[in-house]
């Protein structure tokens, strides 16, 4: 069994620029102290993902899931990112979760930009994806965005999204079996397709 945990306690590590004190690194880039539990993936040979839990939240999963190994969606999400090969020709990805956002920026097949957003509104949304865009000077013409998440593609905010970036496409998850089928193709994209991560 796997459980997979969504928090801003995490940090990107380049391999070539690790030392043995990921703790260290993981306490200054996200603000938090006495971390006690760190994990890593190492994430396409060249980055590491490193992050903690909530100790509260890992005592009730360890009691609840004896045996369930415990990973970052984020660890995941780049993951897949990078290596299925529907997102070969992708640049950026836009996961949705329950009030917060993943956002990821490639170019070719390095990673260039990972982060966890929270919003109240579809501005926010369009704001932290515009803004993040733009500090990568990409061309909102040319570049490929895939959504994936829990939000209806008719929705107010992909109406908004397409104002302003010409090449927008639901991720189409072939996980989803009868008789969930009725869902969207890009709900629970992350869940459904956490299998074929390797870490």
Not at 41 to 69: G, P
Not at 169 to 180: E, R, W
Request: some cysteine.
């Amino acid at each position: 069994m796997s459980v997979q945990v969504l928090n801003r306690l995490f940090t990107l590590v380049p391999q070539a620029y690790s030392d043995p004190n990921l703790k260290g690194l993981l306490e200054f880039n996200t603000g938090a102290k006495d971390i006690r539990t760190v994990q890593t993936n190492l994430v396409n040979n060249s980055v590491y993902f490193t992050y903690t839990y909530d100790l509260e939240l890992l005592a009730f999963i360890e009691k609840t899931f004896s045996a369930a190994k415990i990973d970052h969606v984020g660890a995941g999400t780049i993951d897949l990112f990078l290596n299925l090969p529907y997102f070969k020709n992708s640049d950026v990805f836009l996961n949705f979760h329950t009030s917060c956002i993943e956002l990821i920026i490639k170019s070719k097949n390095d990673l260039l930009f990972y982060n966890i957003f929270k919003y109240d509104t579809n501005e926010d949304v369009l704001y932290f994806l515009l803004f993040t865009i733009e500090q990568f000077q990409l061309n909102k013409e040319t570049l490929r965005l895939q959504i994936a998440g829990n939000k209806n593609t008719n929705d107010e905010l992909f109406t908004l999204v397409k104002k302003y970036i010409r090449n927008v496409n639901f991720v189409s998850s072939k996980a989803l079996d009868k008789p969930v089928d009725e869902l969207p193709n890009h709900f629970y994209f992350s869940i459904l397709n956490k299998h074929l991560c390797e870490f």
